[in-house]
């Protein structure tokens, strides 16, 4: 059977247009359509809608949202609108909405909106995770990519990789994905993007259906053509996308680590024990982010490396850190370099490794952690 | 700015992460400084540099100091004021320290580096150059005023000969003299099964000198704080001298033939 729709718009021209695609879309029934929103609330229910698209452009739909909902408890309620706005699609994904869309659509939009939002509707109370490290060769992107993965499968939600190490990202070498599109392009088109077509810049990683990545650049003289605000709003709705949303970056303080780590619900600092000066590097580093107040709740710590890989070591680095320690990771270089050579993750392949068994007890931390407004 | 003779600068960069910079850095510019020449090392690797880590030195001024003094008076400056030294037997050189505090690195600026640099090149035979592993804007600066940039590299697994590729690609698109750019390759402590001839022809160039795998020689020489030159009895060490000696034309140059041709399909294939 058909999706049966019913379209709330205001503008006459606009419900026209919007008619005809929706008429034109395979497995879609146009069923009623109406410029106020007061008519479809009184006279919706007899066709039996599947899908509501409410034009929230007219400010007091907004406020009626609450009670489409109440009215249409079988039907799945689409937002659309002129313009992407996080601050407002968070109110209306709160106030009951499944999802946002973007007018005029495509019949392509069209479909994937309701594929996307249809089972489980926007992200709300999404998380995203900042990973910052001093310096480079932390095994970051090790971690981000096997705890992505760990995020996917134990929580069954929607997780987006961003590779934002603008100049030596790894993360498509580590999934071994031939990205169509990158971070360059996600943040040039984002003025213009929803989140049903910013999702399409994120490759899928194969056989993992909840997991995609958003691939760093191809060349590093492309990391100058990312502007900061226009990545801060594309993770924003990157968070309307994805219930988790990890954030890789370069190492050190600049532009994009600093903006990454002030958007994030949370930021993890990364270092590998190799014998050098790296816990003097994260002493020096957690004094940085000690300037936010809620730094204690707001900044974790994870050393990969460690060895012994046990409880009384990690006891040890913290008194030394003087921080608490949020996971310790064992030296598994052989199978992580192994797994990364064929675009494989350790979690994956080894699922009862001491670094499966650390990145999982991580993935748990994570999950339990309180989500933000977006 | 003065007229006269102006020394050389050396450029230890590389695309990825603990490869080996710093150990390098030092002990070129240990060797240089046992060979009598007047040498300066300077920290660029502003936020989280480790020579005086390394040294074990404490310095009392750093180059966020020189950084605040060229920018008010750009006529009056001389670096030499803001250098500490290290000295180990026969071994003395000046270091320009990075800054203790991590506002300070994070608010230098380019032109001001490149005004330290210069003012250091009038007064140093050397100035060997420590950075961090990325095109920043300091890091082009560095390129643009080197005699020699010591591009170094590790075999290690795809991500990083990957980064190799690109940092290699993009130095050369530059538009810098082949001559300038010399590859040198970091065994480290590599457990690696990628061979060495096939990440040369991928790319396209023989690395310039080899450092053996010395992980032992390598971690005491950190923990001590004494450049490995200094002990003169290890192969690490003795490569080390050999590089050195090449850069001073003591040694007898042998041009090796641009690589090419096939990679071997497996390692390949990441970079079509």
Known sequence: MDYQVILIENNRVMLERLSTVIQRTKGFSLVARYQRAGDALGQGAVFKPHIILLDIDVGENRGLIHEFAEAFQNAAILCISNHWDSDGASEVVKAGAKGYLIKPFSSEELVDAVGTFGKSGMAFGSKSLAFFSPKGKSGKTTLIANLALSLAQKSGEPVGIIDADLQFGDMAVFFNLTPKSTIVEATRDIKFLSPITLNSYFVPVPEMENLRVLCGTRKPEYAELVNIQSFEEMVRMALSLYRYVLIDLPPGFNPISVAAAELATKTYMIAMMSGGFELVHMRRAIEIFKAWPDFKTRLGTILTRVSPCNSAERKRLESILEYPISAILPNEYILVSAAANKGRMAVDIQPNTELSININKLSDDIIGLQGMRW | ?272
Not at chain 2, 22 to 49: H, P
Not at chain 2, 112 to 123: G, H, T
Not at chain 2, 126 to 137: M, N, W
Not at chain 2, 180 to 208: A, C, M, P
């Open chain 2, 1 to 272: 700015m003065e007229e006269g003779r102006r020394g050389s600068i050396i450029d230890v960069f590389s695309t990825a992460s603990a490869v080996g910079k710093t150990l390098i850095g030092i002990n070129m510019a240990a060797e240089l400084s046992s060979q009598g020449y007047d040498v300066c090392l300077a920290d660029v690797d502003l936020q989280f540099g480790d020579i005086c880590n390394y040294l074990h030195l404490m310095p009392e001024r750093t180059i966020a100091d020189a950084a605040r003094a060229v920018k008010e008076a750009p006529e009056s400056f001389d670096a030499r004021e803001f250098l500490d030294v290290y000295r180990c037997d026969d071994i003395s050189f000046s270091v320009l320290a990075a800054p203790i505090r991590l506002d300070e690195a994070y608010n230098i600026e380019a032109t001001s580096v490149q005004n330290i640099l210069q003012n250091l090149q009038f007064n140093f035979d050397f100035v060997v150059v420590d950075t961090t592993s990325a095109f920043s804007e300091i890091n082009l600066m560095v390129m643009d005023m080197s005699t020699i940039i010591t591009f170094l590299g590790i075999v290690d697994f795809i991500p990083t000969i990957k980064n190799m590729k690109i940092g290699c690609d993009t130095i050369r698109g530059l538009g810098y003299e082949d001559s300038k750019i010399r590859l040198v390759l970091n065994r480290s402590n590599s457990q690696t099964k990628i061979e060495l001839g096939d990440v040369e022809k991928l790319l396209g160039d023989h690395f310039y000198h080899v450092l053996p795998n010395d992980f032992e020689a390598a971690r005491d020489s950190i923990m001590t704080g004494v450049p490995l030159v200094h002990t003169r009895n290890t192969a690490l060490a003795g490569a080390m001298r050999e590089l050195v000696a090449r850069y001073t034309n003591q040694a007898v140059e042998q041009v090796p033939e641009k690589r090419g041709g096939g990679v071997s399909s497996w390692l390949g294939r990441f970079f079509n």
